[in-house]
């Protein structure tokens, strides 16, 4: 594990279980293509989605996340889409360096993140916005049904616990 400094991320704004999830459209990516798709499209064809929020595709923290949702098949249990502040070109080469079996929303400016109140400046570089780590259990009527947030820079949610709140055991 690379040594680094926990930061303290401070309050989310994020939605909680009953309200509705920010719908939003930006690339949505595999590991051969991409095309603009929303939310709402997803969850229509679908049904009840699990979105997940990471930092930008280059970090360790992304690869963690992924790394253990694979690991878990988590792809077989739910539809599960990522959300990144990548560009789709940094998504696509992600996804098929790993293989993941996931197709992640590219979000490079980090707008969805803002919707849902779990931007935050990297580092203190100006101008450098990315998601917390967070998940979203969404329903079929786009009301968000749970959500964990990270606090804290890095952050990764249990695992077992989230499984067992969204149904995913």
């Given at each position: 594990?690379p040594?680094?400094?926990?930061?303290?991320?401070?309050?989310?704004?994020?939605?909680?279980?009953?309200?509705?999830a920010?719908?939003?459209?930006?690339?949505?990516?595999?590991?051969?293509?991409?095309?603009?798709?929303?939310l709402?499209?997803?969850?229509?064809?679908?049904?009840?989605?699990?979105?997940?929020f990471?930092?930008?595709?280059?970090?360790?923290?992304?690869?963690?996340?992924?790394?253990?949702?694979?690991?878990?098949?988590?792809?077989?249990?739910a539809h599960?889409?990522?959300?990144?502040?990548?560009?789709?070109?940094?998504?696509k080469?992600?996804?098929?360096?790993?293989?993941?079996?996931?197709t992640?929303?590219?979000?490079?400016?980090?707008?969805?993140?803002?919707?849902?109140?779990?931007?935050?400046?990297?580092?203190?570089?100006?101008?450098?916005?990315?998601?917390?780590?967070?998940?979203?259990?969404?329903?079929?009527?786009?009301?968000?049904?749970?959500?964990?947030?990270?606090?804290d820079?890095?952050?990764?949610?249990?695992y077992?616990?989230?499984?067992?709140?969204?149904?995913?055991?």
């Open positions: 594990m040594d680094f400094e926990v930061v303290d991320l401070g309050p989310a704004d994020n939605p909680e279980a009953g309200d509705e920010p719908d939003f459209t930006r690339p949505l990516v595999t590991d051969e293509y991409w095309e603009n798709r929303s709402s499209e997803l969850v229509a064809e679908h049904g009840r989605t699990i979105v997940v990471t930092p930008m595709t280059g970090s360790f923290l992304a690869k963690y996340v992924w790394d253990e949702l694979a690991e878990r098949g988590w792809d077989e249990k599960v889409v990522g959300v990144t502040a990548s560009t789709p070109y940094g998504v080469r992600f996804l098929e360096d790993n293989e993941y079996p996931f992640v929303f590219a979000d490079p400016a980090a707008d969805v993140a803002r919707d849902y109140g779990i931007d935050h400046d990297l580092d203190g570089m100006a101008g450098i916005t990315e998601p917390r780590p967070a998940v979203f259990a969404v329903g079929e009527d786009l009301t968000v049904e749970d959500a964990w947030v990270g606090t820079w890095p952050d990764f949610p249990d077992d616990d989230l499984e067992e709140r969204f149904g995913l055991e």
